[in-house]
């Protein structure tokens, strides 16, 4: 990190005055004002790199790390601030004490959130740690977007290495324009005590949203973790289309079609620390995360059928922890499958990409399902359950692999390996996985999806064109 000099810059000393103006908000909110006992003064500027990733963006933590050692990511679903004035919200039980200024937790439909809650700013409004990252931070990201359908507003991140006295200025200036919540990762790499706080800069009672504050903290060595389900972005631009609905658990990402009664994709990471030696619970179980208007597959709708209840993040990938396990049997995550496919072709695909692990490697996976139409046991078949699941013609998969590491993103070049495979949902085919290897970019124009969209678009059209070489069984 490369910290400037007042006099380096010309716009590096500023004061940043915070008030709150008069402006009625919302049923949840009364007219009270709030005005900041003190101001903000920034001291200069830090320049680092800035990435900036649509959709979900980068999630280097599984979500249920709170840790400030090993990093978090605070969701601020017990965040309970329902006015613009200054104060604080004690959030301990996760980082810690946040100070918020012209700032409230959010919880209206208006709020762009992933759970229940997002922080609101208008004006010139903060959200600031009152606690230090002792053993400093690698990156921090954030996820953001416009209130409602507010204009666009402007922030930046600051930071603080000496408890909140002094702030600087941190990378570049961030434009909040989207509905949707984007990410905005700062590669900070600081190695002393350090705390974070964004500062709305333009866009006056224009709303933003922040959500999902994730602080990584740099580890020894490239041990395994479990990362991120979604790293590498969204596929299908996933929201809240019944047919392209999003779903996210704690063990993988996906696209819920209600129309086919399953999920379009399916994400998830794979390295060695999310396995173990967790049965398998034969648990398939409703997936209650749907809206209720939506239809939910049950088990004893693929009784008699002819088709296996298919895993797409395979229940062997996440055998570390019986939770993690139970979580594969949602039915959102299982689709009609040839028995053929999925016991042999599938299946062994599935035990070849597991075994990378034990050579260090790490893997983002993206499995789906296209088309009409399949041949089980019991014959063909278009659907199922009287029409309302949709037998696929194909299942895809794809699996990005590098060795066991941070920064992933940054990590992939041209050399990446990637391998893709689409089979057919049929019997009689052949055992060999080998035989079905396709590209990424096969798998794209068959489906329509951005498997990769994260990774820089020179490297992303190297890698999603080659068709590996890989080892038949």
């Known amino acids: 990190m490369k910290l400037f000099s007042n ?12 008030l709150s103006c008069s402006q009625q908000d919302d049923l949840l909110i009364d007219n009270s004002l709030a005005i900041a006992d003190n101001e903000l003064t920034i001291s200069g500027k830090i320049d680092v790199p800035t990435h900036f990733y649509d959709n979900h963006g980068v999630h280097k933590h599984k979500n249920t790390k709170t840790s400030k050692a090993s990093g978090f990511i605070e969701t601020f679903e017990s965040a309970v601030k329902g006015s613009y004035a200054a104060g604080t919200i004690d959030l301990t039980a996760t980082t810690g004490i946040w100070f918020l200024d012209d700032a409230l937790a959010g919880s209206l439909a208006n709020d762009r959130k992933y759970g229940n809650k997002s922080i609101r700013i208008r004006n010139t409004g903060t959200l600031l740690m009152d606690f230090d990252m002792d053993n400093g931070a690698e990156s921090i990201s954030i996820r953001h977007a416009v209130y409602g ?35 905005v990762t700062f590669d900070v790499n600081d190695t002393q005590p350090v705390r974070y706080g964004v500062v709305k800069l333009t866009g006056g009672s224009n709303r933003i949203n922040i959500d999902n504050v994730e602080i990584v903290v740099s580890s020894a060595g490239n041990d395994p973790t479990t990362d991120s389900n979604i790293t590498f972005g969204n596929p299908s631009d996933a929201a809240s289309d019944a047919n392209n609905y999003f779903l996210d658990k704690p063990d993988f990402s996906l696209s819920y079609n209600n129309s086919d009664g399953t999920a379009n994709w399916v994400s998830w990471h794979l390295s060695s620390a999310w396995l173990g030696d967790v049965p398998r619970c034969n648990c398939f179980r ?14 004893s709708h693929y009784t008699n059928s002819g088709f296996d209840r298919g895993h797409l993040c395979a229940s062997a990938d996440r055998n570390g922890t019986e939770d993690s396990n139970r979580n594969t049997y949602y039915m959102t995550n299982v689709a009609p499958q040839a028995p053929d496919n999925n016991r042999r072709s599938w299946a062994y695909f599935e035990n070849y990409l597991r075994s990378l692990t034990d050579e260090g490697m790490e893997l983002y996976i993206v499995a789906g399902v296209v088309g009409t139409g399949g ?4 014959g063909a078949a278009n659907t199922i359950n009287n029409g309302k699941i949709n037998v696929p013609d194909s299942f895809w998969k794809v699996a990005l692999i590098l060795p066991n590491g941070g920064n992933d993103i940054g990590r992939v070049t041209t050399s990446t390996r990637v391998i893709a495979i689409n089979v057919p949902n049929d019997q009689a085919i052949s055992t060999d996985w080998a035989q079905f290897i396709t590209t990424v970019d096969d798998i794209e124009n068959l489906t329509g999806y951005d498997l990769f969209e994260n990774i820089p678009d020179g490297i992303e059209a190297v890698i999603e064109a080659v068709t590996d070489g890989g080892p038949s069984i």
Do not use: E, I, M
């Open 7 to 18: 006099a380096s810059v010309a716009v590096l000393t500023s004061a940043l005055v915070l």
């Open 375 to 378: 041949t089980g046991s019991n």
């Open 149 to 183: 359908t507010n204009g666009n507003s402007t922030w930046k991140l600051v930071l603080s290495y000496d408890q909140g006295v002094t702030w600087y200025d941190v990378g570049a200036t961030v434009t909040s324009n989207q509905t949707t919540l984007n990410t």
């Open 286 to 299: 409703t997936d209650q995360d749907l809206p209720s208007s939506f239809y939910k597959a049950a088990k």
